[in-house]
């Protein structure tokens, strides 16, 4: 039994790793994987990559943590803050704006120092 699901994992498919491969179908699974790997993206087209969250991405909840995740790790903007629907998220993600220190990732993310 332990050979059977060792050989099932090790067969399994690896998550995306960038926009493109996220499945072509709509729904839970592609928005999953957009939130996952479309942070890197902002990296390259920040305004594509903000234009493919506010086009690919229904569920509010997925897209306000997708707009802090990209605030606090990419782009430190209020202008992405301003997206966000929730009010919590929303307040929290100003008090990322306002302390610096609560970024991760900020830094090197995209390649570059910033």
């Not at 928005?31 to 229904?58: K, S, Y």
Request: hydrophobic fraction near 40%.
């Amino acid at each position: 039994m332990t050979w059977l699901l060792s050989v099932w994992f090790a067969c399994a498919p690896a998550p995306a790793s960038t926009w493109r491969a996220c499945p072509p179908d709509t729904g839970p699974s592609r928005e999953a994987c957009l939130a996952r790997t479309l942070p890197d993206r902002f990296c390259e087209d920040p305004a594509d990559a903000a234009a493919m969250v506010d086009r690919e991405i229904r569920d509010h909840a997925t897209r306000d943590l997708l707009w802090l995740t990209v605030v606090n790790e990419v782009a430190p903007r209020a202008e992405w803050c301003a997206r966000i629907r929730d009010p919590g998220v929303a307040a929290h993600c100003q008090d990322v704006l306002a302390r610096p220190h609560l970024r991760r990732g900020t830094m090197t993310r995209c390649g570059a120092a910033r």
